[in-house]
């Protein structure tokens, strides 16, 4: 059973930063692309980050140059590091995981952690 834990989360002022940390367990070498996805109230969930298994980024246009996100592979863990956070970053944030279910399988399973809330005051 794969099982992602996020951490991080907080009430910010605009223009302050945060680090989200999630960590995940289980079929962990099996880990492919892992992402955030942020969803605030009355608005449907929406991608904010990916990381590929060898590195590549993708990044939603709105916070491209001020979110990064990255991984370490030897503790399970991928992070995003948020900077200049603005008031319409207020969301919850979840972390995502696409899992190979067995070895030489060639689709992927999606798991979601249970999300952190983050807070950007004016």
């Known amino acids: 059973q794969v099982q992602l834990v996020e951490s991080g989360g907080g009430l910010v002022k605009a223009g302050g930063s945060l680090r989200l940390s999630c960590e995940g367990s289980g079929r962990t070498l099996s880990f492919n692309t892992m992402g955030w996805y942020r969803q605030a109230p009355g608005k449907q969930r929406e991608l904010v980050a990916l990381?590929?298994?060898?590195?590549?980024?993708m990044y939603a246009d709105s916070v491209k140059g001020r979110f990064t996100i990255f991984r370490d592979a030897v503790k399970n863990m991928v992070y995003l590091q948020m900077n200049s956070l603005k008031t319409e970053d207020t969301a919850v944030y979840y972390c995502?995981?696409?899992?190979?279910?067995?070895?030489?399988?060639?689709?992927?399973?999606?798991?979601w952690g249970r999300g952190t809330q983050v807070t950007v005051s004016s």
């Open positions: 995502n995981a696409e899992v190979f279910p067995y070895s030489g399988s060639t689709y992927t399973e999606m798991y």
């Open positions: 990381i590929t298994s060898i590195g590549s980024t």
